[in-house]
């Protein structure tokens, strides 16, 4: 397999676009980047290791560098509901959460939003695994907005 970086940075590039225009961002890449970046690493502070490696076995290589990007594998956090799991996001996403994320009501359209678009890439035996270790109120999103597309 050869690696071709151009490709891998184009086709980031391409989902990037599209995925700020889903967000209703226009052009804005860097504040999507950021949102799709603290999504990402929040979900994997809260799912298991070996679910973290099944998910990203899913993803194109573009998706796999952002949910890899600082990653350790320190004990994880306990999200008991959807305003924990919004909390930590916009811890992971530091000095520019509060302009990133607004108010809560904002961060839950991201989040949701996030899922639906990561959909096309996650298998449902894989979203299932994952919805069972999430806390109920992303258990409910996951359930409603990605079992039945």
Avoid: C
Wanted: proline share 1%; net charge positive.
């Amino acid at each position: 397999m050869s690696l071709n970086f151009n490709q891998y940075a184009k086709e980031g590039n391409s989902f990037l676009k599209d995925y700020a225009k889903k967000l209703n961002m226009l052009d804005d890449t860097d504040k999507a980047g950021r949102i799709l970046s603290s999504i990402l690493h929040g979900l994997r502070e809260v799912i298991t290791i070996e679910e973290s490696l099944q998910l990203i076995s899913q993803f194109p290589m573009f998706l796999k560098a952002v949910y890899v990007n600082r990653w350790t594998t320190r004990k994880k956090k306990k999200v008991k509901s959807m305003v924990d799991f919004i909390d930590l996001i916009r811890q992971m996403d530091g000095v520019t959460s509060l302009h990133d994320f607004g108010s809560d009501e904002i961060a839950e359209n991201y989040i949701n939003s996030t899922f639906m678009i990561l959909r096309k890439y996650i298998s449902l035996g894989e979203l299932e695994d994952i919805r069972t270790v999430l806390p109920k109120d992303l258990k409910s999103m996951v359930y409603q907005n990605l079992m039945f597309q």
